[in-house]
């Protein structure tokens, strides 16, 4: 099975940018559904959006639509994540997620990535 490591994260400003990869190993990327979640302090972790293997996407969190573009590239085995126009309720820890097709919960995880937005 695939191995998940996440980067981009950082301390940013609101109102700026930033690009989440995923970078996943071994030759099966593609037949994975990949998930983006996160975790704000304090808070359950929470699904905020779904690039599945057919190439299908749905967004989950109502506050990220317009902002947050999710992005894969099988050939470079990786999955992205575009957050524009942060807020400090983007605050988190960023976690790729992976699940065959027809498993019902994600089962393979990265370690996360801290994201932290100030006002």
């Known amino acids: 099975q695939v191995q998940l490591a996440e980067s981009g994260g950082g301390w940013v400003q609101a109102g700026d940018s930033l690009r989440l990869s995923c970078a996943a190993s071994?030759?099966?990327?593609?037949?994975?559904?990949m998930g983006w979640f996160r975790q704000a302090p304090g808070k359950e972790r929470e699904l905020v959006v779904v690039y599945t293997w057919i190439g299908s996407v749905q967004y989950y969190l109502d506050s990220v639509k317009g902002r947050f573009t999710i992005s894969r590239d099988n050939a470079k085995n990786t999955l992205y994540l575009q957050i524009n126009s942060l807020k400090p309720e983007d605050t988190a820890v960023y976690y790729c997620?992976?699940?065959?097709?027809?498993?019902?919960?994600?089962?393979?995880w990265g370690q996360g990535t801290q994201v932290t937005v100030s006002s």
């Open positions: 997620a992976a699940k065959v097709g027809l498993t019902p919960t994600y089962h393979i």
């Open positions: 071994g030759r099966t990327f593609g037949t994975y559904d």
